[in-house]
């Protein structure tokens, strides 16, 4: 056995991680699927930790991923969020860090406009903090979920063509899976109409595709990105209409590949805009198994950071059965 | 009248005079007396001993930020014109964006009232070029001059009414009174916060692109051209910038340029880690942007340093990057910053430096400043050109602490600053 790969107290993002510290989380994922199939899916691990789930945007689908998470390792859980509670109403972001660290919280999960915001939390208390994405910075465990879903489909990452399709600039999420799988050794492309890839991101590694048929005759995998309607009102592209039209993923377009392509997408979908139903509800797609991988993913970071050793993962899923 | 000062053996570089020698220097009535070896102490002066020491014309700032009125947790007049003495400089113009803007003559004479009764250094008011800082309406620029405006600006923004511009530069240049431009084209630089590049892209940060700054600094100088105007280009920040101002020196354009200490030192990688204290505008911008601007003002294609002195309370920085407000404090650390990166890396030297921070800037603004000739306003500072010392904001005279230069070791230092013959700061004394 390798020595054990340690992890900081905080996850603000994919760019600061090792390869190893990444490995680790997506194979501490692996005993964690197992349990939410289970009867009773529980185990004690986090027992008597307290974490806040601090969402300043509203994001259902991730805080509820988060919060299976929590429970199904037996933490006390508290949301917080943005609009109408008063912790967060009117009081700046340093001030809750304080009460937060007041409240002697173990952990904060937190979603956040503002990139950078999850560094900011992170260097004023001395809870873990987890980034459940920060403005248009990263989306940590977002990419971490996406790189287990194609490692099971794919058998692995390396040398694996995976496109990025969509609004790119104000991405998040984009963000996170070029540094992951850029540390996974996988080649990363990303593709969009060219008001929404920002400039300089060739100086990272990442090759630009202008046309989605280029981007398709490439890619083995696509990871298709939500298109904000703002972004339409922002006057980045014309008309959602035209993007469908010019960027959209169907079956037509599928149809002409040279391989198999598999579809991923973070979600919420806006159907008939960047993917058509038929790809969403394909054979090639795997966006619900995203979702079944979120709760893992999540599950393998709030037990590595509470500092649970990547060797006892597969002991401790088995603890509640004793 | 304050009596005599007379200082004694120090190193006197007056560019104004091409002078650089080791004289002592006579301030009698607030006016420079005389430049000579062993002068003659008369009665009842008081002498100096300053062996070692730079005697140079008081520094002169072209762009600074009071806050006063409107904004006084953050600086006063009062406070920003100590802060000024503390690092050398004795003259400064304070630009209107306060709380009311500074457009008309009962508040330019407020500005001068309340440096004035401050009684460090000299505080010259800029008046805006448009009514409420809004770009439509033109100021009454003869009344803000006649007041004591020596310049008029909207600094913080652009006038983008080219419209605006054109009748504001034809019309000021009867007075005399030289427009400063923030030059920024507002539909580039859109809602972004830092420079546009690799690394803005890796924090996730909206970037401005350079040619928001050169747009702008291109449209600005064709206005000047076509105006006969007097333009002076505020931050100058890009390489794009230097060239086009480059171009309008050669064809005649009257233009002039500033340049930051900050922009002169400092790279875009300051702002990783979100840091709001690297947060100003223009922003931090690429290595080969600061190796241009650096060349441009060791060939003189740049005029001048100046330090957007822009004061922030704590509070206000101590947030997300995105809502913290843009700007940085300079005029406790622009001498020893410059010693560093300029002298002492060796691209200028010390009478070249002083050229930069005191007499060019003094012609461009028109101030009896920037030179010890016989009968000048005795205006001097004395430093202590390889003084190493730690930049510590908690030291800082000024009201705010917003420098991304905390914590480094800076070089030269201000020893003694007099303003009107009189000793307005004297560390010997103070700390
Ligand atoms: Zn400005």
């Known amino acids: 056995m390798t020595k054990t790969v340690e992890f900081g107290k905080d996850l603000t993002g994919l760019e600061g991680l090792s390869l190893a510290q990444i490995t680790t989380i997506l194979d501490v994922a692996e005993p964690f699927k197992e349990i939410s199939e289970r009867p009773i899916k529980k185990v004690p691990v986090l027992r008597g930790k307290t974490i806040v789930n601090l969402f300043y945007e509203p994001s259902t689908r991730t805080r509820v991923s988060f919060e299976f998470a929590e429970k199904r390792l037996s933490a006390d859980t508290v949301n917080i969020s943005g609009s109408g509670s008063s912790i967060v109403k009117g009081e700046s972001l340093v001030d809750t860090a304080r009460n937060l ?16 915001a999850a560094q900011f939390l992170a260097d004023r208390i001395p809870s873990n903090v987890i980034n459940a994405g920060d403005g248009q910075h990263e989306h940590p465990t977002q990419g971490l979920l996406d790189m287990l879903t194609i490692r099971d489909h794919m058998g692995g990452i390396e040398g694996r063509r995976v496109c990025i399709v969509g609004d790119i600039l104000h991405s998040r999420v984009a963000r996170s899976n070029i540094y992951g799988l850029a540390k996974l050794g996988a080649e990363v492309a990303v593709c969009g109409p060219p008001t929404l890839i920002p400039h300089g991101i060739e100086d990272i590694g990442v090759t630009v595709f ?45 149809e002409r590949a040279p391989r198999d392509v598999l579809i991923l997408h973070p979600g919420p979908m806006n159907r008939g805009v960047e993917i058509d139903s038929h790809v969403a509800d394909g054979p090639h797609s795997v966006i619900l198994r995203q979702v079944t991988n979120g709760v893992a993913i999540r599950m393998a970071v709030l037990y590595l950071l509470a500092g649970g050793s990547p060797e006892r993962a597969e002991a401790a899923k088995m603890e509640n059965r004793a | ?108 004479g407020f500005v001068r009232a309340q440096g004035e009764h401050a009684g460090f250094a000299h505080v010259y008011p800029v008046g805006a070029v448009s009514v409420g800082l809004k770009g439509e309406e033109m100021t009454e620029i003869g009344e803000l001059g006649a007041a004591g405006a020596v310049a008029i600006s909207d600094d ?109 030192s400092l790279t875009d990688e300051a702002v990783r880690g979100y840091r709001t204290e690297a947060k100003m505008n223009p922003p931090l911008r690429a290595a080969a942007d600061v190796s241009a601007v650096r060349d441009a003002l060791v060939e003189g294609v ?36 410059c010693v560093r990166d300029l002298v002492v890396a060796g691209r200028l030297d010390l009478p070249e430096l002083i050229d930069r921070l005191s007499c060019r800037p003094a012609k461009i603004a028109g101030l009896p400043a920037g030179t010890l000739a016989e009968g000048s306003p005795a205006d001097v500072v004395v430093f202590d050109a390889e003084g190493r010392w730690t930049c510590q904001p908690e030291e800082f005279y000024s009201l705010s602490r917003n420098t991304p230069f905390a914590g480094q070791e800076l070089v030269g230092r201000v020893v003694m600053t007099l303003v009107s013959g009189r000793t307005v700061h004297n560390r010997r004394e103070d700390r």
């Open chain 2, 1 to 108: 009248m304050s009596r005599p000062i007379l200082l004694q053996g120090g190193r006197i570089i007056d560019p104004s005079q091409k002078l650089d020698e080791r004289l002592d220097l006579l301030l009698v009535d607030g006016r420079v007396a005389g430049i000579g070896q062993a002068l003659e102490a008369p009665a009842g002066c008081e002498v100096l001993d300053v062996a070692g020491l730079i005697v140079a014309p008081g520094l002169v700032d072209l762009h600074v930020h009071l806050r006063e009125p409107g904004d006084e947790h953050k600086e006063t007049i009062a406070s920003g014109a100590r802060a000024a003495v503390a690092g050398g400089f004795t003259s400064v113009c304070a630009m209107p964006n306060t709380r009311p803007p500074i457009d008309d003559p009962a508040a330019v």
């Open chain 2, 302 to 337: 740049i005029d001048c340093i100046a330090t957007d002195h822009a004061p922030h309370h704590y509070e206000d920085k101590e947030r997300e990057f995105d809502d913290a407000p843009f700007g940085v404090v300079g005029l406790e650390t622009a001498l020893g910053v």
């Open chain 1, 101 to 116: 660290e007041a409240m002697r919280i173990d952990m904060v999960v937190m979603r956040h406009g503002s990139s950078g």
């Open chain 1, 210 to 254: 202008k046309r989605v048929e280029e981007a398709i005759e490439w890619a083995e995998v696509l990871n298709v990105l939500r298109l904000q309607l703002e972004r339409m009102e922002a006057g980045y592209i014309p008309s959602l209409r035209e993007y469908n039209r010019f960027f959209g993923i169907s079956v037509a377009r599928l």
């Open chain 2, 156 to 264: 913080g923004r652009p006038v983008w009414d080219s419209g605006l511009l054109s009748r504001a530069l034809e019309y000021a240049s009867a007075f005399d009174i030289p427009y400063f431009s923030h030059s920024e084209e507002l539909g580039l630089s859109a809602k972004g916060v830092m420079n546009e590049g690799t690394i803005s892209t890796s924090l996730g940060l909206r970037g401005i692109p350079n040619a928001a700054e050169d747009a702008a600094v291109a449209r600005d100088c064709i206005i000047a051209e076509l105006t006969g105007g007097q333009l002076h280009i505020l931050h100058v920040s890009t390489r794009g910038a230097v060239e086009i101002v480059r171009a309008a020196k050669a064809r005649g354009v009257r233009v002039t340029a500033e340049v930051t200490p900050h922009h002169l």
